[in-house]
């Protein structure tokens, strides 16, 4: 059974940074793609990030140069650093492990969200 297990979400300002991990435990299987999402309240979740289990990497227009999304595969963990935060990317981040190849998904995993606060 795969588990995904967000942390590292918290307060921060305007302009700030944080780093997010995600720990994926289990047997996922690859090739695999660990994406990230967020959700704010009244809002449809979007994905924000994603990475294949070769190590391509791709963005929300809205996050390109300010957030970096990694992965040590020796770890099982996938981070997402977030910089020049913005009030408007308070949300809850979730994190999705998705067997199968880019935009194929076959069977995913979700964990259960970090909270992000962007405030003063």
């Known amino acids: 059974q795969v588990q995904v297990v967000e942390s590292g979400g918290g307060l921060v300002q305007p302009g700030g940074s944080l780093r997010l991990s995600c720990a994926v435990s289990?047997?996922?299987?690859?090739?695999?793609?660990i994406s990230w999402y967020r959700q704010a309240p009244g809002i449809q979740r979007v994905r924000v990030a994603q990475i294949t289990s070769g190590g391509m990497a791709y963005y929300a227009d809205s996050v390109k140069g300010r957030f970096t999304i990694s992965r040590d595969n020796v770890k099982n963990t996938v981070y997402l650093q977030m910089n020049s935060l913005k009030s408007e990317e308070t949300a809850v981040y979730y994190c999705q492990a998705c067997e199968g190849q880019l935009g194929e998904c076959i069977i995913d995993f979700w964990g259960q969200g970090t909270q992000v606060t962007v405030a003063p």
């Open positions: 289990g047997n996922l299987l690859s090739p695999n793609v």
